[in-house]
Nanobody, 124 residues
Framework: QVQLIESGGGLVQAGGSLRLSCAAS????????VAWFRQSPGKERQFVAA????????VYAEPVQGRFTISRDNPKTTVYLQMNSLKPEDTAVYYC?????????????????WGQGTQVTVSS
């Protein structure tokens, strides 16, 4: 079992940048497929990006392609989501998730462990 902890959310103007972090509790290794999702009020949870255990493969949702970058550090304890050129429609609670396996796809039902989320608000 693992507890995921997100950080880095906040309020930013349109066109600005934020970097989100996802770490496992007690600085445990996060050497698994990890994904970021987001959810706005009244909407379903939406896939944003995912990264393979090695970090060599990444997947992005079309709305964030070219603006967001998912990465992980070398000790594989933290996964990042660098968000550039932010738009008001990026406003949401952002969650990281893993199923402690190789999987790094788009389906939220395939992930078992979720963080509590971090709020990102982009003002126009």
């Amino acid at each position: 079992q693992v507890q995921l902890i997100e950080s880095g959310g906040g309020l930013v103007q349109a066109g600005g940048s934020l970097r989100l972090s996802c770490a496992a509790s007690r600085r445990a290794t996060l050497n698994y497929g990890v994904a970021w999702f987001r959810q706005s009020p009244g909407k379903e949870r939406q896939f944003v990006a995912a990264i393979s255990p090695s970090g060599g493969n990444t997947v992005y949702a079309e709305p964030v392609q070219g603006r967001f970058t998912i990465s992980r550090d070398n000790p594989k304890t933290t996964v990042y989501l660098q968000m550039n050129s932010l738009k008001p429609e990026d406003t949401a609670v952002y969650y990281c998730a893993t199923n402690l396996r190789h999987y790094y796809g788009r389906s939220p039902e395939s992930y078992i462990y979720w963080g509590q989320g971090t709020q990102v608000t982009v003002s126009s």
